[in-house]
């Protein structure tokens, strides 16, 4: 996987800083102030830092943005890089400063001059994130990437600060890579191969395969990939650190490695995109791995269904009808609207299996809440306002956009079915509503319950702060939030 770029923590040198030859990043207050290497820094660099701080271009800058010195005079350095920071910046300011530091990282490296009270385990989960870089295809024009060095007074202290946030750091990475492989190198084997391979991390992991799901009654989620060579299957990782005996909080992910649509073929204008389609299920892995390297104390089971959706001589028509696992029978109307399938009989049978205290799912489920939130917002659906609540509150913590969308019974006027207890899809009136509402019918009412549909955050068009262009690991940076609010607090 693309591990995070490792980050050392050195002890304030300012000898050492003649001698740098990639790049230096200074952070400095607004006023332009700075510790005692900030100053030897300008001495050598004769008064460099003081005329650029002084300058209108430096008042413009908005906190974690930066301005490049190139080649400055009496270092060796080939950059020196200059990052507003306040004195007591907010976490989404120091994680912007990393982001900005991580972005100009070149062959050469970064060495991170930080004085005074520094968020040390955001400024790093900001040079990590931002880092990132998947180039596992490519065989030219690689762009090298030096070592990240943070200077500092106290790095035994700066280091022991940092540890969880690398934790999540490598979760997001390893969901970005996910989303981000091709669907003839990210197979639903492949897929279910990765995912067992956490078991050294301390997970448990199963794998039902299509006959273990047969015998289960999982008609819906068989559905789905009877049209592909590859073989569905459930994973079932399960995170033990909580009081024995407890059940465990449940999320539950889509893994469609591939979407063609079906028999309802999608146009090829940006099929190519569909690799992403199992996005919520990359992020179910992500934070599962983040749980285990962090050692959480909380117990969760992370579910995900992982199938290919093909056209094919077998493969499900619209018309046809299938049985769930709960028993209730769909009408396909459209082979599209696949991934609502998938999800329906994973959901059952982690309620069924589990007993879960609450429940969250993720998919990248519907086209219309790309055109209801745009790209800065997942939709959250639920059943629970507190559950709701405390989710929104996790995701507004960690800067991920989220917002909650509206339910109701009139929306399941439009799944009525003529020969089935429903169909798939209601049409696109409130398309994301009505997946939504039908997902609930395979929620039992006591279980505490959220639909995440990501399909907006999980592969936006451009870059953002802590990404660059392609997956983003949207959601596990939340959903860690929440259960060690939630469940560990």
Not at 98 to 103: F, L, P, V, W
Not at 226 to 252: C, I, T, Y
Not at 367 to 376: D, F, K, Q
Not at 382 to 392: G, P
């Amino acid at each position: 996987m693309s591990a995070p770029k490792p980050i050392t923590f050195t002890k304030a040198d300012a000898d050492a800083l003649v001698t740098v030859t990639g790049r230096i990043a200074l952070l400095l207050t607004a006023d332009g102030k700075s510790g005692p290497l900030g100053r030897r820094l300008d001495r050598l660099s004769r008064g460099a830092i003081t005329r650029a701080t002084a300058s209108a271009a430096w008042d413009k800058l908005k906190p974690g943005e930066g301005v490049d010195i190139a080649w400055p005079a009496g270092l060796q350095a080939e950059a020196l890089q200059l990052v507003k920071l306040p004195r007591r910046a907010t976490m989404a300011e120091a994680r912007k400063a990393g982001a900005t530091i991580s972005k100009a990282l070149g062959a050469g490296g970064v060495t991170v001059v930080a004085e005074g009270q520094i968020e040390f385990a955001e400024l790093a989960l900001g040079l990590a994130l931002r880092a990132y870089d998947f180039a596992a295809h490519k065989t030219t024009g690689v762009k090298e990437r030096g070592d990240i060095t943070v200077m500092t007074a106290d790095p035994e202290a700066a280091e022991a600060g940092a540890r969880a946030a690398m934790a999540v750091a490598e979760g997001v990475c390893f969901t970005r890579d996910l989303v981000n492989e091709p669907a003839n190198v990210l197979t639903t084997t492949d897929f279910a191969n990765r995912l067992k391979a956490m078991e050294k991390l301390g997970l448990k992991v199963e794998v039902l395969d299509e006959d273990a799901l047969t015998k289960l009654g999982m008609g819906a989620l068989l559905g789905v990939g009877q049209g592909s060579e590859s073989p569905s299957s459930v994973v079932v990782m399960q995170w033990n650190g909580g009081k024995k005996g407890d059940a465990p909080f449940a999320l539950v992910g889509k893994g469609v490695v591939f979407d063609t649509g079906g028999i309802s073929i999608k146009p090829a204008a940006g099929m190519e995109e569909m690799t992403m389609d199992m996005g919520g299920a990359g992020v179910v892995a992500g934070v599962m791995r983040t749980l285990a390297l962090r050692k959480a104390k909380a117990n969760v089971v992370g579910l995900v269904g992982i199938v290919e959706n093909m056209p094919d001589g077998r493969a499900q028509r619209p018309g046809d009808v299938v049985k769930s696992m709960k028993g209730d029978t769909i009408e396909i109307i459209n082979t599209d609207a696949e991934g609502r399938l998938v999800l329906a009989d994973v959901l059952w049978y982690a309620q069924e299996r589990f007993k879960p205290t609450g429940m969250i799912n993720l998919a990248t489920l519907t086209g219309a809440i790309i055109i209801g939130l745009g790209h800065e917002h997942a939709g959250v659906f639920s059943n629970d306002d507190a559950l709701s609540a405390a989710f929104l509150k996790a995701a507004t913590a960690e800067g991920e956009g989220a917002w909650r969308m509206p339910m109701g019974p009139a929306y399941d006027e439009m799944l009525k079915s003529r020969i089935a207890d429903m169909k798939n899809t209601g049409g696109r009136p409130g398309g994301s509503i009505t997946a939504a509402q039908f997902l609930k019918r395979f929620v039992k009412d006591e279980t505490p319950w959220i639909h995440l549909d990501i399909a907006g955050v999980a592969l936006p068009p451009k870059e953002t702060t802590l990404a660059p262009k392609g997956a983003t690991g949207w959601g596990v940076m939340a959903l860690n939030r929440l259960v060690a609010d939630m469940l560990e607090g």
